[in-house]
């Protein structure tokens, strides 16, 4: 009985030392610097009511590989096993008073969608969509501006990142995963964009 007891111990400690609880090498992800205004907040000197505030994604299939040569890329698209999206998300709040601000939602039939889609609630889930004629994962997608008043946007909803935005590819679970980390301009150093609505 004693010996059924030890053959029992020594196969579950050979089950469970196998086990691998590190969810990146489980989910096969690999982590890329990317370049600079891969993602834009298009600016404008001032807003109005029934203005929309665009933000732009242009992704190139091949990306610049860190610490190698000029001519050195890395082709996302065929590392992802020809993933057709990369997604990121952003948030856009309203400054209700001297400290507070709350989250501006819409529906998604009232964006303006130009080229990928997104999906609205707390966040805008943006949705680049790869394009084989220029070989680029583009978004240009317009938030409308419904009230006047102080708002920001923060693309760190989903990173702890504050000047920068994490797009990650959306592929079948036995191809590589992509996240790229991208810097974006016109943030402050708490991560926002802080715009006016007249």
């Keep these: 009985m004693k010996k059924l007891a030890y053959i ?5 400690a050979v089950f469970f030392a196998g086990c691998d609880t590190n969810d990146d090498t489980f989910y096969k992800t ?14 404008q000197s001032s807003y109005n009511v029934g203005d929309y505030l665009y933000v732009t994604a242009d992704l190139s299939r091949y ?9 050195a890329f890395l082709d996302i698209y065929r590392t992802t096993g020809n993933a057709q999206t990369f997604v990121f998300s952003y948030v856009i709040e309203r400054k209700i008073n001297a400290t507070d601000w709350e989250v501006v939602t819409v529906n998604d039939n009232q964006l303006d ?25 583009r978004y240009d997608v317009g938030f409308p501006l419904l009230t006047a008043g102080q708002y920001r946007l923060s693309m760190g909803y989903n990173s702890s990142s504050t000047n920068s935005v994490e797009l990650v590819s959306q592929n079948s679970s036995k191809n590589l995963i992509v996240n790229l980390n991208a810097a974006v301009d016109n943030l402050d150093s708490a991560g926002f964009y802080h715009f006016t609505v007249n």
């Excluded at 690999?30 to 600016?43: D, F, K, L, M, S």
């Design 8 to 12: 029992s111990l020594v196969f579950v």
């Design 30 to 43: 690999i982590y890329v610097e990317g370049g600079n205004n891969i993602v834009r907040i298009q600016t």
């Design 63 to 71: 990306i610049p590989e860190p610490g190698q040569t000029e001519t």
């Design 113 to 137: 969608v130009d080229a990928g889609s997104a999906q609205t609630g707390i966040y805008v889930y943006a949705i680049c969509q790869y394009n084989p004629a220029d070989q680029y994962y």
